[in-house]
């Protein structure tokens, strides 16, 4: 009778054993069709079983005849075909037979400079996740193919166990207990290796000095490391994507708007990558992250940045003034203050222009080579825009000032030009460039200083009638156009 009361007991514990059982997943690595005869595969199966594996949530098995794991569990289920490229269907009868709840189809694949990776997630025949995720793997041509995929596994589970898995308890990995003193070989320990975890400060000094020396591939790889290490780290990925910025706004843009979906409740990301996008080209992919970011928090610091900065692309100063106040009175910093800087230039303050250069370089002293060539950037291409514009204006000004020299609109008109670009010229000369661009600077800060003396003699002609005036009036006009235009062939 004893043994007949134990029975219920054992099954209920053999119960218990397969219910606390860590569900299994068979990963199913699907293959695109080549490109001119080029194989764009890439292996992403055993990262993401690296990622899983090292989670615990799922016990991950590769479809595949070099998986120890997978191999075993055929043999164990006596299964007598496995193909080696199943299709959706075979790869489902296979999982079912090895007990697999969960199947996870992956492709993944070489662009230019991306690798694209499409996951279904599948369980009890039906699609529960599915997720697209393209990440850049180079920079000036130097492709890290391995820390890419790194990085996209640890992005996809990451992805994964806020999902579909959110109800799985992780089970990192433990190591395996020593053994008793007397069973314990004696063997000389070898020296252990360890690898110090690198702080923000330490990090961003580490990539700043590679991206100084002209490295910047290096500073991109040693930067996405950094962001692998500490995936929710809100500096390292903007700084990353800063560093993106300069050679591929597009993978910029697509950085920050993965980074956007990992951390919805940082409204910043998605207005980094509305200003990537627009850098990129892609206005409608900028809207798109623009209205995420006003749908989150409309009166956000961030979001009013983003709407200044975009007023301030359109050439729209007037517009990008009331953000630009609002956010540094929100959160006084030194990119808004750079903003709000550029936009007053634009509106003619000097005085108030170089206070808010000053204060910027008060809150943030040492910028890194990359914000240092992404502001110069920013107001270079502001600069050029304005003095096209101003070229144009200033030859319709010129035929009407012969006519009419003594006219008080044209005067006001000529004054108002006049004290855009004297505070164009001093934001010119105050913000730096990188050294490579030294020459480039020279020209632009000419350019817009000769279109400040064309309206400077034509203010002479229209006072006194002085005819050389008028002439050298053109002759700084052409010579300010020419010196625009070599600017914008570099």
Same mark, same amino acid.
């Given at each position: 009778?004893?043994?007949?009361?134990?029975?219920?007991?054992?099954?209920?514990?053999?119960?218990?054993?397969?219910?606390?059982?860590?569900?299994?997943?068979?990963?199913?690595?699907?293959?695109?069709?080549?490109?001119?005869?080029?194989?764009?595969?890439?292996?992403?199966? *055993?990262?993401?079983?690296?990622?899983?594996?090292?989670?615990?949530?799922?016990?991950?098995?590769?479809?595949?005849?070099?998986?120890?794991?997978?191999?075993?569990?055929?043999?164990?289920?006596?299964?007598?075909?496995?193909?080696?490229? $199943?299709?959706?269907?075979?790869?489902?009868?296979?999982?079912?037979?090895?007990?697999?709840?969960?199947?996870?189809?992956? !492709?993944?694949?070489?662009?230019?400079?991306?690798?694209?990776?499409?996951?279904?997630?599948?369980?009890?025949?039906?699609?529960?996740?599915?997720?697209?995720?393209?990440?850049?793997?180079?920079? +000036?041509?130097?492709?890290?193919?391995?820390?890419?995929?790194?990085?996209?596994?640890?992005?996809?589970?990451?992805?994964?166990?806020?999902?579909?898995?959110?109800?799985?308890?992780?089970?990192?990995?433990?190591?395996?207990?020593? $053994?008793? #003193?007397?069973? !314990?070989?004696?063997?000389? $320990?070898?020296?252990?290796?360890?690898?110090?975890?690198?702080?923000?400060?330490?990090? =961003?000094?580490?990539?700043?000095?590679?991206?100084?020396?002209?490295?910047?591939?290096?500073?991109?790889?040693?930067?996405?490391?950094?962001?692998?290490?500490?995936?929710?780290?809100?500096?390292?990925?903007?700084?990353?994507?800063?560093?993106?910025?300069?050679?591929?706004?597009?993978?910029?843009?697509?950085?920050?708007?993965?980074?956007?979906?990992?951390?919805?409740?940082?409204?910043?990301?998605?207005?980094?990558?509305?200003?990537?996008?627009?850098?990129?080209? #892609?206005?409608?992919?900028?809207? /798109?992250?623009?209205?995420?970011?006003?749908?989150?928090?409309?009166?956000?610091?961030?979001?009013?940045?983003?709407?200044?900065?975009?007023?301030?692309?359109?050439?729209?100063?007037? /517009?990008?003034?009331?953000?630009?106040?609002?956010?540094?009175? +929100?959160? *006084?910093?030194?990119?808004?203050?750079?903003?709000?800087?550029?936009?007053?230039?634009?509106?003619?303050?000097?005085?108030?222009?170089?206070?808010?250069?000053?204060?910027?370089?008060?809150?943030?002293?040492?910028?890194?080579?990359?914000?240092?060539?992404?502001?110069?950037?920013?107001?270079?291409?502001?600069?050029?825009?304005?003095?096209?514009?101003?070229?144009?204006?200033?030859?319709?000004?010129?035929?009407?000032?012969?006519? =009419?020299?003594?006219?008080?609109?044209?005067?006001? !008109?000529?004054?108002?030009?006049?004290?855009?670009?004297?505070?164009?010229?001093?934001?010119?000369?105050?913000?730096?460039?990188?050294?490579?661009?030294?020459?480039?600077?020279?020209?632009?800060?000419?350019?817009? /200083?000769?279109?400040?003396?064309?309206?400077?003699?034509?203010?002479?002609?229209?006072?006194?009638?002085? !005819?050389?005036?008028?002439?050298?009036?053109?002759?700084?006009?052409?010579?300010?156009?020419?010196?625009?235009?070599?600017?914008?062939?570099?």
């Amino acid at each position: 009778m004893r043994f007949i009361q134990l029975v219920p007991v054992i099954i209920i514990s053999l119960s218990t054993c397969i219910a606390a059982a860590d569900p299994t997943v068979l990963i199913v690595q699907t293959k695109a069709p080549p490109k001119q005869n080029v194989d764009i595969n890439v292996s992403l199966s *055993d990262y993401l079983s690296q990622e899983l594996d090292n989670d615990g949530r799922l016990v991950p098995l590769i479809y595949s005849a070099t998986d120890p794991a997978f191999l075993a569990a055929v043999k164990k289920a006596r299964l007598r075909e496995t193909p080696d490229a $199943p299709t959706a269907r075979q790869a489902l009868g296979v999982a079912q037979r090895l007990g697999a709840e969960y199947v996870l189809f992956v !492709e993944a694949t070489q662009a230019v400079k991306v690798i694209k990776s499409k996951l279904t997630l599948i369980k009890d025949r039906r699609q529960v996740w599915k997720d697209e995720q393209n990440m850049s793997v180079s920079a +000036q041509d130097i492709v890290n193919q391995d820390s890419t995929c790194r990085s996209l596994a640890r992005t996809l589970v990451f992805r994964m166990n806020g999902g579909p898995l959110r109800g799985y308890v992780p089970r990192k990995k433990t190591e395996t207990p020593e $053994p008793a #003193k007397g069973q !314990e070989p004696i063997v000389t $320990p070898a020296p252990v290796q360890t690898t110090a975890v690198v702080s923000d400060d330490d990090l =961003k000094k580490q990539v700043n000095d590679l991206a100084a020396n002209g490295k910047r591939a290096a500073a991109i790889v040693a930067m996405r490391d950094g962001v692998d290490i500490a995936p929710f780290d809100l500096d390292r990925r903007e700084e990353l994507v800063n560093l993106l910025l300069l050679d591929d706004p597009k993978s910029a843009a697509e950085e920050a708007r993965r980074a956007a979906v990992l951390m919805p409740d940082k409204s910043e990301l998605r207005a980094l990558a509305a200003r990537a996008w627009m850098q990129a080209g #892609k206005p409608d992919e900028a809207q /798109k992250d623009l209205n995420e970011a006003i749908a989150r928090d409309p009166n956000g610091t961030s979001t009013r940045l983003l709407l200044g900065e975009l007023s301030l692309d359109q050439l729209e100063p007037a /517009k990008a003034i009331d953000h630009l106040d609002q956010a540094v009175k +929100q959160h *006084d910093s030194s990119r808004a203050r750079f903003l709000r800087a550029v936009c007053r230039s634009m509106l003619g303050g000097i005085d108030s222009m170089q206070a808010d250069l000053l204060e910027a370089g008060k809150l943030e002293p040492q910028l890194t080579t990359g914000e240092v060539s992404e502001r110069y950037f920013f107001v270079g291409d502001i600069t050029d825009r304005l003095l096209a514009k101003d070229g144009i204006e200033v030859r319709n000004l010129t035929q009407e000032v012969v006519i =009419k020299p003594h006219n008080r609109d044209l005067k006001e !008109e000529m004054a108002t030009m006049s004290r855009g670009l004297q505070a164009r010229i001093v934001l010119l000369d105050t913000v730096v460039s990188s050294p490579d661009l030294r020459q480039v600077s020279a020209r632009r800060l000419l350019a817009n /200083k000769l279109m400040a003396q064309c309206l400077v003699d034509l203010q002479t002609f229209c006072e006194k009638g002085d !005819e050389d005036a008028l002439a050298d009036s053109r002759i700084n006009l052409g010579e300010a156009l020419k010196q625009l235009a070599a600017v914008r062939k570099k």
